[in-house]
């Protein structure tokens, strides 16, 4: 019951932060390389949501995610922020298919904790890329 309650607070604020995310654009007078920083960050605030929101399962009183399962996203977003952060291009191919492994490591019962953010974190990077 309290796992069902929990998602339904992670749609409402998933379809608040997809709204948000997809209305920030670029401003137009950007160089290309602040284009590129400022779309590289949209990126990390969705990772950071994620990040955030693994911890805080892990926190519950029963746990949501295993300290495991927590380690291995907080592994995950450290690892992409600093592909992000070190690359000006390529690094979406990387952030997905790290995403991808993650979620395949993650049991079913888990997992659907951690789905909607990743939606998002997919939908991000489309958006950056575009």
């Given at each position: 019951?309290?796992?069902?309650?929990?998602?339904?607070?992670?749609?409402?604020?998933?379809?608040?932060?997809?709204?948000?995310?997809?209305?920030?654009?670029?401003?137009?007078?950007?160089?290309?390389?602040?284009?590129?920083?400022?779309?590289?960050?949209?990126?990390?605030?969705?990772?950071?949501?994620?990040?955030d929101?693994?911890?805080?399962?892990?926190?519950?009183?029963?746990?949501?995610?295993?300290?495991?399962?927590?380690?291995k996203?907080?592994?995950?977003?450290?690892?992409?922020?600093?592909?992000?952060?070190?690359?000006?291009a390529?690094?979406?191919?990387?952030?997905?298919?790290?995403?991808?492994?993650?979620?395949?490591?993650v049991?079913?019962?888990?997992?659907?904790?951690?789905?909607?953010y990743?939606?998002?974190i997919?939908?991000?990077?489309?958006?950056?890329?575009?």
């Open positions: 019951m309290r796992t069902k309650s929990y998602i339904a607070v992670v749609l409402v604020v998933l379809l608040s932060t997809l709204s948000a995310a997809s209305c920030a654009k670029a401003p137009p007078n950007l160089t290309p390389q602040a284009t590129v920083a400022f779309k590289g960050t949209q990126a990390v605030k969705a990772l950071d949501i994620l990040r929101t693994a911890v805080s399962a892990n926190a519950q009183n029963p746990p949501l995610l295993s300290e495991d399962i927590t380690r996203v907080v592994l995950y977003h450290q690892a992409t922020v600093k592909t992000i952060q070190s690359s000006t390529g690094w979406q191919s990387a952030a997905l298919t790290g995403l991808t492994a993650l979620l395949d490591s049991p079913p019962a888990q997992r659907a904790v951690l789905e909607p990743t939606v998002l997919r939908t991000v990077i489309q958006e950056v890329t575009r």
